[in-house]
């Protein structure tokens, strides 16, 4: 007990921890040192209660109270849909728009032409020396309402470099289809030059009225009537126009799917005198050889007769070749 009162003085030197007065604006805790913003005095702080202020009371700070975490599970990732590049709904009932890539698939073009080119070539050398050579070409462009086809085709023959044959036909047809019916209306023209017939060149024109009387997947047969007229450019008949009627009849028959067959049949007599007419008959066999290049075999004939004829020429002329063709 002697040194209480040394022990009390020398305790009572140092500040309190707790006094709010203190002249010292930094205290210690444990090891580690944290720098609190003085406490200024007349302040008051009571626990959950608004600040008083009262000089020379002790600052009390308020507990803080923080509430537990609650943890909710992730929600789970969005599917993933592809944006177009347009401005289209996504998708339509029964309709896919998309094809994976998020680009919509373009709209399939319709085809309106198709056609072909045919080439023939033969001949021969020694005791006689002979060579053919014949090419065409056609062209068709379907739409809804209407139809238009083009053909040409060109033929020559020579005999020791004596032409036997020279001849060159084409031909043009514009149709109108009616909607909903089988009736059709048509003009049609036709231009023909034969080196060795009774006139230069022929000129024909026709127009009328069209049906077809059967059509489905793999046949098509189209009868035609109409008047018109013949024109000649050379022989004794030169400069004049016969008017005539023209009948006609079309076949088309897809026997398989790599061969077709095709046929026309055309009768024109003078309207003025029946003895006096054309006629015209053709076939072909188409025979695909080569699907990836569109190439094909044609085997075709061609009857021609005609009575405006002299005494040096005869009535009709018969062709027939074999060429390959190309279609596009």
Partial sequence: ??????????SSNPPSITDPTSALDQQLFGQEMYRLPPVQSGT???LNETPTSSIGSVATPAPLTVPPAETFPAPPAPEKVPTPSANIPLALPGISLLDGSGIPPKPKEEKLWEGNFSL????????????????GFQAKRKTEQTVL?????????????????????SEGRYEWLLKDSRWSCYVHETVEYDEFQAYDVCDTAD????????KNDKTTLIGRVGAGYSHYYGGPDSGRYFPETVYSLSLEQ??????????????????TQFARYRL????????????ANHLSLKLGMLERY???????????????????????
């Fill in 149 to 169: 086809s083009l053909s040409a085709d060109y033929l020559r023959q020579s005999t020791e470099l004596i032409n036997t044959v020279n001849r060159l036909y």
């Fill in 44 to 46: 008051t702080f009571q």
């Fill in 120 to 135: 023939g070539l033969d001949g021969s050398e020694g005791n006689t020396n002979t060579s053919n050579f014949q090419c």
């Fill in 207 to 214: 127009t009328g009225l069209g049906y077809r009387l059967l």
């Fill in 1 to 10: 007990m002697v040194c209480a009162e040394p022990c009390l003085a020398q």
């Fill in 306 to 328: 005609t009575s405006l004829q002299d005494e040096a020429a005869l009535p009709n002329d018969f062709d027939y070749a074999a060429m390959v063709m190309w279609k596009f």
């Fill in 280 to 291: 015209r008959v053709q076939a072909a066999l188409e025979s695909a050889l080569d699907d």
């Fill in 254 to 271: 897809q026997i398989t799917k790599r061969q077709k067959f095709l046929g026309r049949v055309e009768y024109a007599p003078d309207v």
